[in-house]
Structures are given as C-alpha cells and as structure tokens.
C-alpha cells in the first residue's frame, strides 16, 4: 500500500479548524515569519530543514508545498488549502449542494462532520484511487462559464481570466514577465503555458495529490521560475492582494502543467470536485470564564445588533449592585463595524461582559425551516444552548425584542431540580385555542404532541436546565426535528414538545407580552378568564417583550415604546435606529394598531415587497454577507454609471417581474 500525506495550509494569523485524518498533516504557513509561538500547538512547521517559509508572503500554500517536497519521503505527496478540499465522494449523493462559479460545492462550515460527508480525508478510498493512478486532482472547469466578480466580464481565456484582475490580483506586466522567464529556464515548456493562457480549460486553488516522480517534475518546473521571477516584479507600493503575486503564478505553473499531464495521460489522472468551506474558524465551544455571573444567552442578525444593543444597555441600567452578566450573542454573521459598536458600549457597562458565538458548526449546513418573514433561522440557536455551553448547568435564553427593568438574579436563582426549564405561559397562545380559528387545538395535540395545550410556554424568555437537557435529548434528535418538521411557530412549537410536564410556571412580569396591536388584545382577552385577570394584573413587569408587530423601533404608538427609546438614547446606534424609524415612516405604509402586521397601501406594493425579499434571498444565497464575492458585487454596483450596472440592474428587474 503506498505511504499518502496531503499536506494542509493554514494561516497563521489565527487558527482554523484541524480536520482529523491519517493522511492530513496541518501545516501552519508561514512559520517562520508568525510571532505567535501558541500558534504552532497541534500544528507541523514549515520552516523545519529545508525550506522558503520566510516567502510565504508571497508565495502562500506554495511555501508548504516547497517544505513537503523537500522533506517528505512519501509515496504520494497532495496539497490542499484551508478552505478547499479535493472530494471523494460520489456527485450523485452531493446534488442538493450548492456549487459556485467554478464549480466547486459550497459549504457553509467547515467541521468534522463535513469532512467525513464528502469523504475528503477518507484515507481507505484514498488510498485505493492511488493504486491505480499517478495523481489526483481538481475537475478542469469551463473558463468561459466564468463571470469576472472585479468587473462582471465573461471570460473566453484562462489568459483573459488573469488580465480581469489586473492591479486586483496581478499586475498588468506580470503574465508577461512570466512567460519571458519560462523563456529563459524551460523555452520547451513555453508552448505549454501558453497553450494553457490561451484555452478554455482552468485548473485552479492548488489542490491535489501527486506520485512522488509528479511531484518531483512539478516542482522542478516551477520554483526555479518563480525564484527567478520574485527578482524581477517590483513590489513597490503593493496592495495585499498584489504581494502575493508569486502564489498565482504558482497557480497558472500547476494548472499548465496538471492540464498538460492529464491530456497526455488521461488514464493516470483521476479528476475530483474540490468543496469550498465558507467558514473555517476553529470549532470552540463556550467556556465558562466567570463562575459568579449570570449567564445570558441572546439570538441575532446582524441587522438586530442595534435593538441588542437597546436590550443590553436595559440590562445595565436595572441590574443591582454586584450583579454581573455574561452576555452571549449567538449569530450567524454579525459585520465588524457593528462588533465593535457593541463591544465599545458595553466596556462602559460595568458588570456586563461580551462575546459573539457562530453556533452553525454544529449543524452544519442543516436547512431550518422558516414559517414566516417575520421569523429568522437564528431563533432555532436557543435549541442549541446546552450544547453550545457544555461548561454551564443553566442559563437565561432570551429573544432581543425585549426590555429589562430589574435585576434577574431572582430569575436565574430559581431551583430547575427535576425540571427542564422554567418559563411563563403565553395568554395570547391561549387565546388562539379558545378561538381555534386555524384548527389550533387539533395543531398544538397532533402535530405539535402536547397533551395539554394550555401549558404552552413563550420561549421568548426561559430559564434553561442545560445540564438535564444534555442528558434527556440528543443534539442530532434536535437537529431532525428543526429540519424535518414544519411547525408554525418554528422552534418555540418544539421547545414545547421537549419540556411538556417539565417547567416551573413562572410569574407574568418575567415575560410580559405588550399589546403591541389589535389582534394581541384580542387574543389575550379570548384567553382563560384567569390568565386575563393575572395579566390585566401586572402592574410592574420585569421584562417587556415586544413579541409580535409593529416593533418599538418601527412605530412610536405601541405599548410601552417610550421604554425603548429611553434606553436607545444611550446607545452607540441610536442614530441608526432613527435613521430606520425615519425610512420606516416615509414607506408607503400606516401604522395600523388594530392588525396583527403593518398594513401596505396597496396590494401591488405588497407584492413587490414580497417579490424583492425573494430575489434578496437569492442574492444571498449566491453573494453570502461578508463573503468577498458580496464584496465584489459592491464594488461593482457602485459604479452607477457602467454598462455592467445597467445591465444588472435590468436582469433584477426582470427578475422581479417573474414572481
């Protein structure tokens, strides 16, 4: 059986998930040039013997594979990046996966889990195409299938597929120089280069896996050239992208070369999809870091933070003396800027500690059903809470439409012995079953599983026994249940399921549902008389939430509004919050109080509304927020005057007119 080593590139600016496998050897990059010694811990060096690492600047992942080449003594010798993994699994099992421009499946994290569905480090299949073949390496794509993300251009040639990124990625007289160097060091290998700059067929992002006597040829070919060429680019005054000029074209040597290789061999080259991994951050879990502070969990958007921010500056203002909170934001994505908003406000929050939480390693790229586009996928993360803090016993879960006004340590002292949770009971769903106007009752026995609805709970605030709840459930049960099933109100219907005959009743005015429009008041009156009268007799509750429509932010007449905008005042996005009631306000739209959502002017106006967050949606989907494609794609739009916005911006409307 021959020895395999793929050697995988990591940064080394900050850690990225290890994935596990006999054949994967984790490389930091750049070792010699990373001041971080803790860095290193778990992870191969490439400046050990022979090696280029203080060039990784320029060269990237190519200073690993310069250090393997010359200090392994394995059969088979791949590369792979952090990011990018050659694939082992059959296409036909992976046709519900996204792909991008070049063809490669897109994940959104990258985890243990993942590796083994694409069976990328999978070293008995591995090992069995290695009998048979003298390399591995990435399916050529159709260049011209290509759309530039610098300037939106189509592209004809890998040739041209470099010029669209000139002083982007390379500049303008590299390719040149390039090929003036293979001139002088390899003029037979000329004609291969340039019949590569010149097709149709790509091979790019450097990952394959090569027989010993490949790789030896490879590497031969191309680091002489790139040493030379490294004397010759002027490197005065580049950009972070230009500096590592080398690395590309390292990346147009091997494409050239594997190319070449696999028209002149096919039958000994095995070609495979490569899966890209959107987030390759190292898979932490939450570590208790002060035993004395009340732990709070909260879900959010990015779009959210500002109204976090008004929740969290409430938490302060109320807390007593001596309390301290350890306050955890879980989210999908939150951008840089408003981070750092966020943290700077709560340094002036004594007492209040911060940290932001990307809970989906956990379940990879599982799809959350979403019943509403007033729900949001993050609302499924305070399922996940006992497994995100397998340090804590318990913690307040709370949604971020919500304003405090006391202490929670009585709250979060509360005894879960022997239950799961504690939470308040919700009139307003109460309300529903006694007016069963969507067949609710037959809803919440059969399809939810409850045996007495009335005990249903508003998990928009709940007091969490993680510890019990790692013991009664699974995480993988939790996760089919969230992608599987179709509940109305999405993971609140099954936290009802789970903790059915398992909560401690709390009082009304640790979650106090605000008549926030006509059909709340409505429905709490059509609750029991007894849960009316205990509402109607709240008078000083601690936590106002703002659970349904219109929110305090959107419309200055709803109950309790002034209680938000007092805390808004004080935080580090209250201009923005005026800047959206102030768009809100000049939108063709009333504030109706007396329906359950804002009523639109007219039903074509709704209708584009819903038509833009469809085709928003699958903008997102294929521009991911913070990914650089978006990036790109801004970069682009804002360019109001190019053809390629005009022509853009047609498609969108055209796009719009199909819904």
Same mark, same amino acid.
């Given at each position: 059986?021959?020895?395999?080593?793929?050697?995988?590139?990591?940064?080394?600016?900050?850690?990225?998930?290890?994935?596990?496998?006999?054949?994967?050897?984790?490389?930091?990059?750049?070792?010699?040039?990373?001041?971080?010694?803790?860095?290193?811990?778990?992870?191969?060096?490439?400046?050990?013997?022979?090696?280029?690492?203080?060039?990784?600047?320029?060269?990237?992942?190519?200073?690993?594979?310069?250090?393997?080449?010359?200090?392994?003594?394995?059969?088979?010798?791949?590369?792979?990046?952090?990011?990018?993994?050659?694939?082992?699994?059959?296409?036909?099992?992976?046709?519900?996966?996204?792909?991008?421009?070049?063809?490669?499946?897109?994940?959104?994290?990258?985890?243990?889990?993942?590796?083994?569905?694409?069976?990328?480090?999978?070293?008995?299949?591995?090992?069995?195409?290695?009998?048979?073949?003298?390399?591995?390496?990435?399916?050529?794509?159709?260049?011209?299938?290509?759309?530039?993300?610098?300037?939106?251009?189509?592209?004809?040639?890998?040739?041209?597929?470099?010029?669209?990124?000139?002083?982007?990625?390379?500049?303008?007289?590299?390719?040149?120089?390039?090929?003036?160097?293979?001139?002088?060091?390899?003029?037979?290998?000329?004609?291969?280069?340039?019949?590569?700059?010149?097709?149709?067929?790509?091979?790019?992002?450097?990952?394959?896996?090569?027989?010993?006597?490949?790789?030896?040829?490879?590497?031969?070919?191309?680091?002489?050239?790139?040493?030379?060429?490294?004397?010759?680019?002027?490197?005065?005054?580049?950009?972070?992208?230009?500096?590592?000029?080398?690395?590309?074209?390292?990346?147009?040597?091997?494409?050239?070369?594997?190319?070449?290789?696999?028209?002149?061999?096919?039958?000994?080259?095995?070609?495979?999809?490569?899966?890209?991994?959107?987030?390759?951050?190292?898979?932490?879990?939450?570590?208790?870091?002060?035993?004395?502070?009340?732990?709070?969990?909260?879900?959010?958007?990015?779009?959210?933070?500002?109204?976090?921010?008004?929740?969290?500056?409430?938490?302060?203002?109320?807390?007593?003396?001596?309390?301290?909170?350890?306050?955890?934001?879980?989210?999908?994505?939150?951008?840089?800027?408003?981070?750092?908003?966020?943290?700077?406000?709560?340094?002036?929050?004594?007492?209040?500690?911060?940290?932001?939480?990307?809970?989906?390693?956990?379940?990879?790229?599982?799809?959350?059903?979403?019943?509403?586009?007033?729900?949001?996928?993050?609302?499924?993360?305070?399922?996940?809470?006992?497994?995100?803090?397998?340090?804590?016993?318990?913690?307040?879960?709370?949604?971020?439409?919500?304003?405090?006004?006391?202490?929670?340590?009585?709250? @979060? /002292?509360?005894?879960?012995? +022997?239950? !799961?949770?504690?939470?308040? =009971?919700?009139?307003?769903? #109460?309300?529903? %079953? *006694?007016?069963?106007?969507?067949?609710?009752?037959?809803?919440?026995?059969?399809?939810?599983?409850?045996?007495?609805? @009335? /005990?249903?709970?508003?998990? +928009?605030? !709940?007091?969490?026994?993680? =510890?019990?709840?790692?013991? #009664?459930?699974? %995480? *993988?049960?939790?996760?089919?249940?969230?992608?599987?099933?179709?509940?109305?109100?999405?993971?609140?219907?099954?936290?009802?399921?789970?903790?059915?005959?398992?909560?401690?009743?709390?009082?009304? =005015?640790?979650?106090?549902?605000?008549?926030?429009?006509?059909?709340?008041?409505?429905?709490?009156?059509?609750?029991?008389?007894?849960?009316?009268?205990?509402?109607?007799?709240?008078?000083?509750?601690?936590?106002?939430?703002?659970?349904?429509?219109? =929110?305090?932010?959107?419309?200055?007449?709803?109950?309790?509004?002034?209680?938000?905008?007092?805390?808004?005042?004080?935080?580090?996005?209250?201009?923005?919050?005026?800047?959206?009631?102030?768009?809100?306000?000049?939108?063709?739209?009333?504030?109706?109080?007396?329906?359950?959502?804002?009523?639109?002017?007219?039903?074509?106006?709704?209708?584009?509304?819903?038509?833009?967050?469809?085709?928003?949606?699958?903008?997102?989907?294929?521009?991911?927020?913070?990914?650089?494609?978006?990036?790109?794609?801004?970069?682009?739009?804002?360019?109001?005057?190019?053809?390629?916005?005009?022509?853009?911006?047609?498609?969108?409307?055209?796009?719009?007119?199909?819904?």
């Amino acid at each position: 059986m021959p020895s395999v080593e793929i050697y995988v590139s990591h940064r080394r600016d900050k850690k990225t998930f290890k994935p596990e496998s006999k054949v994967f050897k984790n490389v930091v990059c750049g070792s010699a040039i990373c001041n971080d010694e803790g860095r290193f811990e778990g992870y191969l060096r490439d400046d050990a013997g022979e090696n280029v690492s203080f060039m990784a600047g320029k060269l990237t992942e190519l200073s690993v594979l310069y250090w393997a080449w010359k200090n392994s003594t394995s059969d088979f010798i791949g590369l792979c990046h952090y990011r990018r993994f050659l694939s082992f699994e059959d296409p036909k099992f992976l046709k519900e996966i996204r792909k991008n421009e070049f063809d490669q499946y897109v994940m959104e994290n990258l985890s243990q889990n993942s590796i083994d569905k694409f069976h990328i480090g999978d070293d008995e299949k591995i090992e069995k195409i290695l009998d048979s073949y003298d390399a591995v390496i990435a399916n050529p794509i159709d260049i011209k299938k290509v759309q530039c993300c610098n300037n939106g251009k189509f592209e004809t040639t890998v040739r041209e597929h470099w010029r669209n990124y000139d002083n982007y990625l390379l500049k303008p007289e590299t390719i040149s120089k390039l090929l003036s160097t293979i001139n002088d060091l390899f003029p037979d290998k000329l004609k291969i280069v340039e019949k590569y700059l010149n097709g149709d067929k790509y091979i790019g992002f450097n990952c394959f896996i090569l027989r010993r006597e490949v790789l030896d040829e490879l590497c031969n070919f191309i680091f002489p050239i790139l040493f030379k060429l490294d004397g010759e680019l002027d490197y005065r005054n580049n950009h972070c992208r230009t500096i590592r000029s080398l690395g590309y074209v390292g990346e147009i040597l091997i494409g050239s070369f594997l190319l070449n290789r696999l028209e002149r061999n096919k039958n000994k080259i095995y070609t495979t999809n490569v899966v890209f991994f959107e987030n390759t951050e190292e898979k932490k879990y939450i570590k208790r870091e002060e035993k004395t502070s009340i732990p709070i969990v909260l879900m959010s958007s990015d779009y959210y933070i500002p109204y976090v921010s008004t929740l969290l500056q409430s938490l302060f203002e109320s807390k007593a003396v001596g309390t301290k909170y350890d306050v955890i934001i879980l989210n999908k994505w939150v951008s840089p800027e408003n981070k750092r908003r966020l943290e700077q406000q709560c340094q002036n929050l004594k007492g209040i500690s911060l940290r932001f939480y990307n809970p989906t390693f956990l379940f990879d790229d599982s799809k959350f059903f979403v019943s509403n586009t007033v729900y949001a996928v993050e609302a499924y993360y305070r399922m996940f809470s006992p497994w995100l803090l397998p340090d804590y016993d318990k913690a307040i879960v709370m949604d971020s439409d919500i304003i405090i006004n006391g202490d929670l340590s009585d709250l @979060y /002292d509360i005894s879960l012995e +022997g239950k !799961l949770a504690a939470a308040v =009971k919700d009139f307003v769903y #109460q309300g529903f %079953l *006694n007016e069963n106007l969507n067949n609710d009752i037959e809803y919440a026995t059969e399809t939810i599983g409850l045996e007495n609805p @009335y /005990d249903y709970v508003n998990t +928009g605030v !709940l007091l969490l026994n993680l =510890k019990e709840l790692r013991n #009664q459930f699974s %995480l *993988n049960y939790l996760v089919e249940l969230a992608t599987t099933k179709k509940f109305r109100i999405q993971e609140q219907d099954i936290l009802n399921f789970l903790l059915q005959k398992k909560v401690i009743f709390l009082d009304i =005015k640790w979650n106090y549902y605000l008549e926030v429009n006509g059909a709340i008041a409505r429905f709490l009156e059509s609750s029991p008389e007894a849960s009316y009268n205990t509402y109607q007799s709240c008078k000083d509750p601690v936590i106002l939430h703002y659970a349904s429509q219109p =929110k305090p932010w959107d419309c200055l007449e709803v109950q309790f509004s002034d209680e938000f905008w007092l805390m808004a005042r004080k935080t580090y996005f209250y201009e923005i919050l005026l800047q959206r009631l102030m768009m809100r306000q000049f939108q063709p739209a009333v504030n109706d109080l007396s329906s359950k959502m804002f009523l639109i002017s007219t039903a074509k106006e709704q209708t584009m509304i819903r038509n833009r967050e469809k085709v928003r949606h699958i903008l997102d989907l294929t521009f991911p927020r913070g990914s650089y494609r978006r990036e790109c794609l801004k970069r682009v739009f804002r360019n109001k005057g190019s053809r390629f916005y005009k022509l853009t911006r047609g498609i969108y409307r055209k796009v719009l007119s199909l819904y």
